[in-house]
């Protein structure tokens, strides 16, 4: 079993940043991909961003390619996600989860444990 834990949402303003945390315990996850999913109200779960087991590669949902940055520490326990240059648009509940399959995946179907979300509202 793997626990997820997510911190640092909140209320922030358009043009503001945050930073996403998602601490990782448990069985051996360390050969596990990582990644960041968004819920808003009345929507479905949808891809934010992934990085490799390895930490080394990542991918983005085009919607915040250039503005969110991924990264997760050298002992692999925790991902960050670095938000910039937010939109109302991004106003979302925040979900880390982990994969233990080969390839990077943006679906949601194809992880395994996932957080309980944290709450990122930004304002216009």
């Known amino acids: 079993q793997v626990q997820l834990v997510e911190s640092g949402g909140g209320l922030v303003q358009a043009g503001d940043s945050l930073r996403l945390s998602c601490a990782a315990s448990?069985?051996?996850?360390?050969?596990?991909?990582m990644g960041w999913f968004r819920q808003a109200p009345g929507k479905e779960r949808e891809f934010v961003a992934v990085?490799?087991?390895?930490?080394?590669?990542?991918y983005y949902a085009d919607s915040v390619k250039g503005r969110f940055a991924l990264s997760r520490t050298k002992d692999k326990n925790t991902m960050y996600l670095q938000m910039n240059s937010l939109k109302f648009e991004d106003t979302a509940v925040y979900y880390c989860?982990?994969?233990?399959?080969?390839?990077?995946?943006?679906?949601?179907?194809?992880?395994?444990?996932w957080g309980q979300g944290t709450q990122v509202t930004v304002s216009p």
């Open positions: 448990g069985r051996a996850f360390s050969n596990m991909n």
């Open positions: 989860a982990v994969d233990g399959s080969t390839f990077l995946s943006t679906k949601t179907s194809r992880y395994d444990y």
């Open positions: 990085v490799n087991w390895g930490g080394t590669i990542t």
